[in-house]
């Protein structure tokens, strides 16, 4: 082959490959005639890559053998291969028109696609004309990586995502990595900020609705992109509102996309796009039965038995809240031992979480500070009651960073030291039952607004030193033992 | 058999068949000590495994099986108090209040209700029975509650009602079997027993599943509800007595001093030592446990039990019967073994199969008097673990094996001057309350004459279920491998009630 037929090969691919980008609109509707074509992508598209591969392996061949001339046979492959990429190209356009891809995988699928034939016309010429042996390795691959890459990226829309990795033997599987599990669709390492609109809504919209209705498009003068248009949408008088909360039977949102799919009016419209999973539906049903708006945070939110199987399902069944949410490194196991040896009691809350609860009835060890710095940060939750621990473990209480529950009842605490427990963000269990304290020290709690529960039977507290700490945390359970 | 006698027997023992086994088989032994030391059933490859810290640093072997473990998950639950009415209460004069049963009351009952069932007295046609006993409604939560248990109806607004318990069995000792092992047939561990072989003790002066019986008989299953089945027997319930020597044959027997008798376990604990080191059976472990524990509880459990230290003020509140055995003093009893630590503490009191055949199960005599006996101690436990902060890891779980029919059960046919009710096993109520179970709250629903469960079912397996998932473990995690396959509590089903759990 000459250069100049090469040439011409390659202006010839570059021709075809401008017209199908400037003539298919990947976000508009695939013409009647096309869409057989558009269904034989994945037939058609496997073709070239046989041959692509076919002349890369001789090209090998060739390099191995000392040769630098490519052969007759290794070039025919290559323009076939281009060719049939050219036509892989266009059908793959028109199957995007007919949409219910993944559209993060497809725009990726989508360049490679558009790359592979100009990358073959490309060796085509590099073959025979370029100067440096360089430039035709860079050329191979480039071609090579493309066609792996893409047509990996092919495979996953068609198979999901696990499909090429799942059987990786173990050794290898370091190498392929942990491909993205279902737990990265929802994020709910905040349970207590994030809404649960951010955190479920906003995931299921984008994959499934967005790309008509928001991004830029509005079909049917629906935008689902932000919460202020999805409040704000007004529908036709004939229709129900968008959302009705607390009634997701009488939500267009919700009645749309549980329309029987040949529905004329079921979205997303079949077959140009997949229905909904059941899960996302009862998701989003769930959202608007509960009423929870835009705004309410995840964990404010009561999840029903069925909800909690399916965001199960998702991998996300224990969702940690508050102290038990912590990420912190495995506790120093020679100090937990050296604190057991002096009669205290340290247990894990929970097995695979480095949460400890300390409990014993001498206070003293609490004090061996080059000891039990080491595991502060790890304590949860210290009982002392019925042992003899005084103002001072109080303060030094204040040194624990997570306490969540403090237990002092039947001990000889005035409270006077209490202030020191301010800085506990985590405290919402403080058991002072049988101790010395008086209204004074309830002054300290004010500022503990995680508080969940105080108890004070037995205490020197009057009714107006409790009626002042109710006032100051209403949220909060105050026992008197009345 | 004297300590002498018992320390030549277990010589000979060493010097035949363990002789012989050592020698023969070096590298058995230590196979089968990895398996009991390494990773259990129950922590899996925890970081916080006292047994895997003790192997790892070369500690000596005997690690007390009680020592406080690791659950599965945060435990809003550390300790259990289980009141089983034994006998099984009838719903219908309690919480399940039906009106129209009160209007259909002494009429037949229509075929269609009794096709496909069977009971366990009732023959023929039944007459309905309406309820002997009045209802209100009590707290903000507008619970129904009878007459019959006046000091219970102020605190309802702490309880979660369960109004459609069911179970698989009609017969008391096949039910009480099923409610605290899984399975109606004998040779499960228990409830109590699981909770401990999970969690272990908090103390270890005291047995850490205490059982305490009053009424006029034992649990009808006997001491099987409480046993520990396939489990080492270190994790079985010890009966304990609110009079007299609260352990039998735990004091020091004549002539035998205390000082004596220390020096006595740790000679023979040292020979048992030896051998788990040859023969590693935790059976083994659990013998010298229990004579350490038992050395121990001889000062721990008289000061536990002796409930007239308690201030006039609480016996009163408790209604006290000092001297006796009653549920009183057992609920009294109860709140100081979770207060020093106890895991799990079964209260059983006797009395509440109300067939109506006389006077004792007639549900207008026996029936009150059983009511009159646990209404007011009842509600002093649920708010004295209340204000103490007790409740908020304290799960208090009341009810029977089973529940009643709402028809009247006449068994002679002939006339009768007391009324009962059969065994119901399709419905039934119970209540739970503390350590996260929600308050005020009531799951579940009957039909209009308390015959049929509407919604909100829960089998005794669920419940199960849920008691361990409130004590911090999946209830299919905790297993225990016996004869070839792992066991647990609620088999092959069980659900966590999550719609109780606040």
């Known amino acids: 082959m000459t250069t100049r037929s090469a040439l011409w090969n390659a202006a010839a691919t570059s021709a075809a490959m401008l017209l199908i980008l400037l003539f298919v609109d990947p976000a508009g509707r695939a013409p009647e005639w096309a869409r057989f074509m558009a269904r034989q992508h994945p037939a058609i598209v496997h073709l070239p890559i046989g041959f692509l591969l076919f002349g890369g392996l001789l090209a090998a061949f060739r390099r191995w053998q000392k040769e630098d001339q490519p052969g007759r046979v290794e070039q025919a492959a290559l323009v076939l291969g281009g060719w049939g990429g050219v036509a892989a190209a266009a059908a793959g356009s028109w199957l995007i028109q007919m949409g219910g891809y993944p559209t993060d995988a497809l725009f990726w699928h989508r360049v490679l696609g558009f790359v592979i034939p100009l990358a073959a016309a490309g060796t085509v010429l590099a073959n025979v004309s370029a100067p440096t042996r360089g430039l035709r390795g860079a050329s191979w691959t480039l071609l090579v990586g493309s066609l792996i890459v893409g047509g990996h990226l092919g495979g996953e829309m068609t198979h999901g995502k696990a499909f090429a990795a799942e059987y990786t033997p173990g050794m290898l599987k370091p190498l392929v990595g942990d491909w993205p599990t279902l737990e990265t669709r929802f994020d709910l390492s905040q349970p207590e900020t994030s809404s649960v609109y951010e955190v479920i809504v906003v995931p299921i919209l984008r994959t499934n609705c967005t790309s008509c209705h928001g991004e830029g498009r509005t079909k049917g003068g629906l935008d689902l992109a932000t919460a202020d248009a999805i409040a704000a949408h007004e529908t036709d008088t004939e229709d129900d509102p968008l959302i009705t909360w607390g009634d997701a039977q009488s939500s267009l949102l919700i009645q749309r996309i549980v329309l029987p799919i040949e529905h004329p009016r079921a979205m997303p419209p079949y077959p140009d796009a997949k229905p909904l999973s059941h899960a996302d539906v009862e998701l989003l049903r769930w959202w608007v039965d509960s009423g929870a708006g835009f705004e309410k945070p995840f964990s404010a939110v009561a999840r029903p038995e069925a909800i909690e199987h399916l965001l199960g399902l998702y991998g996300l069944g224990d969702i940690l809240t508050g102290v038990f949410a912590l990420d912190l490194p495995q506790p120093d196991s020679s100090a937990i031992a050296e604190i057991k040896d002096w009669g205290v009691t340290i247990s894990y809350v929970a097995a695979d979480m480095q949460l400890l609860e300390w409990s014993g009835q001498d206070s003293s060890p609490l004090h061996e500070m080059a000891v039990t710095d080491r595991i502060k940060e790890h304590v949860v939750s210290v009982d002392l009651s019925g042992g003899n621990a005084s103002d001072a473990d109080v303060t030094r209480l204040g040194d624990f960073p997570h306490l969540a529950s403090v237990d002092l009842s039947r001990t000889a605490v005035t409270g006077s030291t209490l202030a020191h427990l301010a800085g506990l963000e985590y405290l919402t269990r403080l058991n002072l039952y049988g101790t010395r304290v008086d209204d004074a020290a309830l002054e300290h709690l004010a500022n503990l607004s995680a508080l969940e529960s105080v108890y004070l039977w037995q205490t020197n507290v009057t009714d107006e030193g409790v009626a002042r700490l109710r006032d100051a945390l209403p949220n909060a359970e105050i026992n008197f033992g009345e | ?502």
């Not at chain 2, 605290?180 to 072989?197: C, D, F, I, N, V």
């Not at chain 2, 009395?351 to 109506?356: A, E, L, Y």
């Open chain 2, 1 to 502: 058999m004297s300590i002498q006698d018992e320390a030549r027997l277990r010589w000979a023992h060493l010097q035949t068949r363990r002789h012989f086994l050592k020698s023969f088989s070096a590298g058995v032994g230590s196979i089968a000590l990895s398996s009991i030391l390494g990773p259990g059933p129950v922590m899996g490859a925890s970081s916080g495994t006292d047994a895997l810290d003790a192997f790892a640093t070369g500690a000596p072997l005997g690690n007390d099986p009680l020592l406080p473990k690791t659950p599965h998950f945060p435990a809003k639950a550390k300790h259990v108090i289980f009141l089983h009415m034994a006998g099984a209460p009838s719903q219908h004069e309690l919480f399940d209040y039906k009106p129209l049963l009160q209007r259909l009351d002494g009429q037949q009952t229509p075929p269609s209700l009794l096709e496909g069932k069977r009971f366990a007295f009732i023959r023929g046609i039944p007459k309905l029975l309406g309820p002997q006993a009045t209802f209100k409604q009590y707290g903000e939560s507008g619970a129904w509650v009878s007459n019959h248990l006046p000091n219970f109806s102020r605190i309802v607004d702490d309880v979660t009602f369960l109004k459609a318990m069911h179970t698989d069995e009609f017969n008391h000792a096949p039910a009480q079997l099923f409610m605290y092992t899984g399975s109606p047939r004998l040779g499960r561990p228990s409830l109590g027993s699981w909770a401990l072989y999970g969690l272990g003790s908090e103390n270890q002066n005291l047995p850490g599943f205490v059982v305490l019986i009053s009424g006029a008989a034992a649990p009808s299953a006997g001491a099987s509800v409480y046993g520990s089945g396939f489990l080492p027997t270190v994790y079985q319930g010890v009966q304990c007595r609110s009079d007299g020597d609260p352990v039998l044959f735990l004091s020091d027997p004549d002539g035998v001093s205390r000082d004596m008798r220390q020096r006595s376990i740790e000679a023979i604990n040292e020979i048992n030592r030896q051998q788990y080191e040859e023969t590693p059976d935790p059976e083994i472990l659990t013998r010298i446990s229990q004579y350490e524990l038992a050395f121990r509880m001889q000062m721990s459990v008289p000061e536990a039990m002796d409930i007239h230290t308690e201030p006039e003020a609480i016996q009163t509140e408790y209604g006290v019967e000092p001297g006796k055995v009653s549920f009183a003093n057992n609920c009294l009893l109860a709140r100081r073994l979770v207060e020093r630590g106890v895991r799990f503490v079964q209260l059983f009191h006797w009395g509440w199969d109300s067939h109506g055949a006389g006077e004792s199960e007639a549900l207008t005599h026996g029936f009150v008097e059983r009511c009159k006996e646990t209404d007011q101690a009842m509600t002093a436990l649920l708010s004295d673990l209340k204000r103490r902060g007790l409740l908020d890891e304290t799960l208090v779980i009341w009810g029977g094996e089973f529940g009643r029919t709402p028809m009247l059960e006449n068994r002679t046919g002939q006339d009768n001057p007391f009324v009962g009710r059969d065994h119901q096993s399709d419905v039934y109520t119970m209540w739970m309350a503390g350590a996260g179970v929600k308050r005020g709250f009531t799951y579940g629903e009957t039909d209009e004459i308390g015959y049929q469960p509407v919604s909100g079912r829960v089998h005794v397996h669920d419940l199960q279920a849920t008691i361990l998932h409130q004590l911090g473990f999946d209830h299919e995690r905790l297993t225990f491998p016996f004869q070839g396959r792992d066991f647990r509590l609620t088999d092959v089903s069980g659900r966590v009630v999550n719609e109780i759990l606040a």
